[in-house]
Each structure stands twice: as structure tokens, then as C-alpha cells.
């Protein structure tokens, strides 16, 4: 039986940074990461946008987001650490009533130092060769699909995307390179509860006694911990449910669609947005569809953040839904940008969020000998470094940590019982 300091249970990017941080501040303990996956990486992060942005409403998320961002620029620039970064931007795209709903959330965040650049409509046409965004009275597919013509765009500048290999792989190896240990195709059956105090009596832990997580029971045996670390993602709740602890999460599919054809031509050719001269990471003013050029591909990702109607549902093995490209997606995203028309997904995949219903922040909080690390909401790659650098400051019971940008960070705020964070009202 393997005795360690910490178990960091889950080889996602969470987990990763949480690991890593933890050993770079207590470089002679043993820390160890095991996961089911063969490698790194290979859950929900393989699956995800790998987008990132600083364009958060919550004081507290655009802390984790922009210090985040800030330190992968530093590995990729500085460090020349190849992330495969593209610093394409964010452009929200916003019919006259969303803009003036969401007016003073902009102007809120550009106090907080969030960089944006605002376009009119016809700023837009002139940049977007081909886009459609104004529909007049006799587009009757418009006028029954309820789409609004675009009014502005407001560009998120310190936004883009990175690829997610190499992000995993930069901590995978700095997490090793300070001694650090994983285990791949290591799947967790249960955590293990014991009595804080034991008397050697068959079935204890009683109601009496006072118990803690000590470890974790797994397909290879026993491996035992003087703390554990779970950063499962949207399998935080097969963990914490069979022993009676809340997770404050839910788990909510998400899909990406791949689409590639010489009508994407033009996207690839929008100068103004960026230094790339491509269009950024596009949100339509239409049930949450966003898609991405991705330069190396050719292609665009596609894909759309649906609440209503989208159940909390846990999957092992979630697939996409070709009917609802076709049904959903394509049928808004062809007529603002006619460059889709005909295109047909090459490649598609699907993931989950650990959604945090409430108020949209993460989650960092201590039970029972144990650390969760969850809530991330879809955004955990674009808050991870500085996510791990709280686990870090639970480990380790300091009341402040201080980010990669130098912003001092009160522990407890991404707590449960002691939290305070802004609810989130920018949500893609």
C-alpha cells in the first residue's frame, strides 16, 4: 500500500495545475496525480473550445481569468514554451436590445480594466466580407427564426485560443521536473473513510467517531493520503455522492463541430480584429452559437452554450448530436454568416461542464481531510493556473495567495462557507 503526502485525484488541466502548485511550494513532500486515462489531459480538457478571455463580470473571475492568461503569455512569449496561443480575440455580437441590456456590464468591466473595442454595424460589414447582420422585413426565414440584426460588436482583445496538448503538457512535465509522480490508467472506485481515532472494531467509522478521507481505493489497490485532492471535473459527483458530500455542481454536455470548405475563405482574411488578420472567436446575437477559425486546421470550430432544454445529465461517454448541428446550430449560424451554407462537420466531439448553477465561479474548498476543486463552468483552462494556485493556498492554510500578475487572492472566497464572489453575469 503507497503512502503519500497528497493524491490529486484527475489528470485534467484542474488537477494538473493544482498538483504542480502545490509541490513547487512543499518541494520535499510526495505528491502524486492518478488518473484513468492513459495520459494527461484526455477527459473534459481534450474536449473543450480551448479558448481563454479576461471578459468576466464577476470581480473574482476576471482575477483567475486574467492572471491565468497572463501567465500562459508569459510561457508562451518569455519562456518560449510553444502553447500553440493565437491572441485572436473574443467578438460578441450584439443585437439593440442585448447591447443596451448588457451596456452597463461593458462599461462596469472596462473599469475593472477589461480591454475592449467597440464596432458599428457598418464597421462590421466592411471588415466581415459576406456576413449577413441586418435582416430586413421580407426575409421571412429571419422574421420567423426571431433574428435580430447585428447593432455592434464589442471585441475582447486580451482573448484567444491555445491548443490544449501543449498546455497539458507544459504542467505534465514542470509538475515532474520539480518531483512530482503520475499514474495513468489508474480509475478510483471510492475514497477511502476512516476514523480519525481507531479502535480496530469491524465497522468503523461510527456516528461517534470522527472521520476523515484518507485515502482512495482504485483498480490497482489502495493508495493512502495525507490529503486528498479531487479535480474530477464533471465526475466530482460520482465521488462525493456515495459518501454524502456536496459538490455544488451539476454536469451539462457541450458539443464542437468541425467544418472546413473554401467558402471559410473569407473569415481567414478579416484584417482589423487582430494581429492574425483572421475573425476572432465569434458569438452570435442568437441562443448562445459561437465558432472559432482555428489557423492550423483551416477549419472552424462551431458550437453553442444551450441552457433550457439541455438537461444536467452525467455521461461517460457523451457523444455529439448530428441532428443538432443541422437542426440548431446551422440553421441560425448560415444566415449572419452564409459562408456555412452546405458545409457539413468533418469531425465532432462532446464534453461536460461542471456547471456551478449559482453564482458561476469555481469552486476550492476543504471537507473531511480532503480538497474539491471544481465549478470551473467551462472555463477552467482559461483560470486553471491561478485556480491551482488557490488548491494550493487550502493546502496549505494561508489565508492569501498571490497570482501570477501579482493581485493578492483571499482563499476563502472560493470556498463554501466563508465564500464571496460577485454572481456571474456575463455567461456565454
Not at 496525480?33 to 480538457?45: H, P
Not at 466592411?126 to 430586413?136: H, K, N, Q, S, Y
Request: aromatic share 12%; net charge negative.
Amino acid at each position: 500500500m503507497s503512502k503519500y503526502n497528497v493524491v490529486v485525484v484527475g489528470a485534467g488541466i484542474l488537477g494538473l495545475c493544482s498538483a504542480y502548485h502545490i509541490k513547487r511550494q512543499n518541494p520535499d513532500e510526495k505528491i502524486l496525480i492518478i488518473d484513468k486515462f492513459g495520459s494527461a489531459g484526455q477527459g473534459n480538457t481534450a474536449k473543450s473550445e480551448a479558448c481563454f478571455r479576461n471578459v468576466f463580470s464577476s470581480k473574482t473571475n476576471f482575477a483567475l481569468a486574467n492572471s491565468t492568461v497572463d501567465f500562459y503569455l508569459h510561457v508562451h512569449r518569455e519562456l518560449k514554451h510553444d502553447l500553440g496561443l493565437h491572441l485572436i480575440g473574443y467578438l460578441f455580437l450584439f443585437s439593440e436590445d442585448d447591447y443596451k441590456r448588457n451596456k452597463d456590464v461593458l462599461e462596469e468591466m472596462q473599469r475593472r480594466g477589461v480591454e475592449l473595442e467597440y464596432f458599428e454595424r457598418g464597421d462590421l460589414e466592411r471588415m466581415i466580407p459576406g456576413a449577413v447582420l441586418e435582416f430586413d422585413e421580407k426575409d421571412e426565414e429571419a422574421k420567423m427564426m426571431n433574428l435580430e440584426s447585428v447593432e455592434k460588436g464589442v471585441l475582447g482583445k486580451k482573448c484567444g485560443y491555445l491548443e490544449v496538448e501543449k498546455l497539458v503538457n507544459f504542467y505534465e512535465e514542470e509538475f515532474k521536473r520539480v518531483g512530482g509522480e503520475i499514474r495513468y490508467n489508474t480509475v478510483v472506485q471510492s475514497l477511502i473513510i476512516e476514523p480519525v481515532k481507531k479502535f480496530g472494531v469491524p465497522g468503523e467509522p461510527f456516528v461517534w467517531q470522527d472521520s476523515r478521507i484518507t485515502g482512495v481505493k482504485t483498480n490497482r489497490g489502495e493508495i493512502r493520503a495525507d490529503t486528498v485532492v479531487v479535480a474530477t471535473g464533471a465526475w466530482t459527483n460520482a465521488l462525493l455522492d456515495p459518501i454524502g458530500v456536496d459538490s455544488h455542481i451539476k454536469p451539462k454536455k457541450r458539443q464542437i463541430f468541425a467544418v472546413k470548405g473554401p467558402s471559410l475563405e473569407p473569415l481567414f482574411n478579416a484584417k482589423g480584429f487582430n494581429d492574425e488578420n483572421i475573425l476572432p472567436f465569434t458569438i452570435l446575437p442568437k441562443a448562445g452559437i459561437y465558432f472559432r477559425p482555428d489557423i492550423g486546421e483551416g477549419s472552424c470550430w462551431v458550437g453553442c452554450g444551450d441552457e433550457l432544454g439541455r438537461a444536467f445529465k452525467f455521461e461517460e461517454e457523451p457523444q455529439p448530436e448530428e441532428n443538432y448541428y443541422f437542426q440548431d446550430i446551422y440553421q441560425v449560424l448560415r444566415k449572419y454568416f452564409p459562408h456555412f451554407e452546405g458545409l457539413k462537420p468533418q469531425s465532432s466531439w462532446a464534453g461536460l461542464y461542471a456547471i456551478n448553477t449559482i453564482d458561476a465561479n469555481p469552486y476550492v474548498f476543504r471537507e473531511a481531510g480532503m480538497i474539491v476543486v471544481t465549478g470551473a463552468s467551462g472555463s477552467g483552462i482559461l483560470k486553471a493556473d491561478a485556480i491551482g494556485r488557490v488548491a494550493a493556498g487550502v493546502y496549505m492554510e494561508e489565508k492569501y495567495v498571490e497570482f501570477f500578475d501579482g493581485e493578492k487572492f483571499r482563499v476563502s472566497d472560493l470556498g463554501v462557507e466563508n465564500r464571496h464572489v460577485e454572481k456571474e453575469r456575463f455567461v456565454l
